[in-house]
C-alpha cells in the first residue's frame, strides 16, 4: 500500500472535465488521441509521494493503492494548479521586445529569466505584449485516471 515516503511508477491519463485528453505517460493513447510528441518520452511517472513533486491532489489520489490497482479521481483546481489569478497577467510594452531574440506571437511560451516562472503570451497587439504568468491548467477541474505500476 502507499504512504508518504513511497517511491513509486504509475501510468495516467489527464483529463479535462468535457472527457478531452491533456496528458498521458501511455505512447498509444497520445497516438490515439492526435497528442503524440516524439520529443517526449512516454514512459511510467516515478516520484516520491509527499515530497511535493505532484500536485495536491495527484499526491493524494495514490495514497493507499496496492500495486495494479487503478483509479480515476476528480481534482477541482485547488487541489491541482489554482485557480487562475488576473494579478499574473501582465502588458509589457511591445518595444521592450525590440532586441529580443524572437518574434513575440500569440501562444507562445517564453522564460523571462530566472526568477520567472516560464509564461505564456496571450495577445500581442502594436503596442503591447501580454503575458500571463498562471499554469497553463490554472482554474481548470482535472480527472486523472491513475494506475500503480510498481512500487520501488
Do not use: H, W
Not at 24 to 43: C, F, H, M, Q, W
Not at 91 to 102: C, D, G, Q, S, T
Amino acid at each position: 500500500m502507499v504512504s508518504k515516503g513511497s517511491k513509486i511508477k504509475v501510468d495516467y491519463i489527464g483529463r479535462f472535465e468535457d472527457g478531452g485528453i491533456f496528458d498521458t505517460s501511455i505512447e498509444a493513447v497520445a497516438k490515439e488521441e492526435g497528442l503524440y510528441d516524439e520529443n517526449r518520452p512516454y514512459e511510467p511517472l516515478e516520484f516520491v509521494v509527499g515530497e511535493g513533486q505532484m500536485i495536491q491532489g495527484f499526491e493524494e489520489a495514490v495514497l493507499d493503492l496496492a500495486v495494479g490497482e487503478e483509479i480515476t479521481v476528480t481534482l477541482p483546481p485547488e487541489k491541482a494548479y489554482g485557480q487562475r489569478n488576473d494579478e499574473l497577467v501582465e502588458k509589457i510594452p511591445r518595444n521592450l521586445f525590440e532586441n529580443a531574440e524572437f518574434e513575440p506571437e500569440e501562444g507562445m511560451c517564453i522564460m523571462l529569466g530566472e526568477m520567472y516562472p516560464p509564461a505564456i503570451i496571450a495577445e500581442v497587439t502594436e503596442e503591447e505584449v501580454v503575458i500571463d504568468f498562471n499554469p497553463e491548467l490554472a482554474g481548470e477541474t482535472l480527472v486523472f485516471t491513475i494506475k500503480l505500476l510498481e512500487e520501488l
